[in-house]
Structures are given as C-alpha cells and as structure tokens.
Nanobody
Framework: QVKLVESGGGLVQAGGSLRLSCAASERTFTTYAMGWFRQAPGKEREFVAAVSWSGISTYYADSVQGRFTISRDSANNTVDLQINSLKPEDTAVYYC??????????????????WGQGTQVTVSS
C-alpha cells in the first residue's frame, strides 16, 4: 500500500493562505485520481478536492471552489493543495488520499485508497 505524508498545515488568520503538500512513497499516479479530504472536530470526513491521473482535470467541493487549487507533480510524486482566503470553517485535519472516485453523486475514497496521517489547519477569526 502506498504511504502518504502530508505537510504544510498550521495556524493562520482568516483571509490567509497555506499550501499543503502530499508526498507518496511510490509512483501511483499513472492510474488513479488523488485528492484531499478534511475532518473538523465532531464532523465526518468530507471531500475537498481531487485531481485526475493526468493532472488536467480537477474537482472541488462547493465550499472551497474558487479558493482552493489542487495540483499534482507526477515526476516528484506529490499532490499539493493551495488554500487561499481561509475561513474559520476551514479549520480541520486535512488528509491526502491516493484513490478518489466519483460514485453516486459524490467523490469518495476508492478501493485502492491510502491515507496519510493528516495535517492540521487552524484558522483564527
């Protein structure tokens, strides 16, 4: 199973920016879409963004559309999430996932998913 390591989280003020990065232990990018999910305290983990295996197509949750940008670098086995215009409601642990699929109207982890340990993003008002 692929090992994923996230980095880049931190404490920022509302309106600020962060760049999260996910490094994979091996090349998995040729087949699967990869993405980010997040989990706030007391809430279920939710989809944030995904990028196709080619890096050409991107998908976003409505709540982050226009503020978050996902990208992948297959040469370096990384998937990044640029987060701008942060809001307090963006506070959560952000997790990278190695296999994101579209099923029954939503983006969910696929059968070949691996998760990283997560990186905390805290936005102060």
């Amino acid at each position: 199973q692929v090992k994923l390591v996230e980095s880049g989280g931190g404490l920022v003020q509302a309106g600020g920016s962060l760049r999260l990065s996910c490094a994979a232990s091996e090349r998995t990018f040729t087949t699967y879409a990869m993405g980010w999910f997040r989990q706030a305290p007391g809430k279920e983990r939710e989809f944030v963004a995904a990028v196709s295996w080619s890096g050409i197509s991107t998908y976003y949750a409505d709540s982050v559309q226009g503020r978050f940008t996902i990208s992948r670098d297959s040469a370096n086995n990384t998937v990044d999430l640029q987060i701008n215009s942060l809001k307090p409601e963006d506070t959560a642990v952000y997790y990278c996932n190695s296999d994101v699929i579209y099923s029954s109207g939503s983006y969910v982890p696929g059968d070949f998913s691996s998760w990283g340990q997560g990186t905390q993003v805290t936005v102060s008002s």
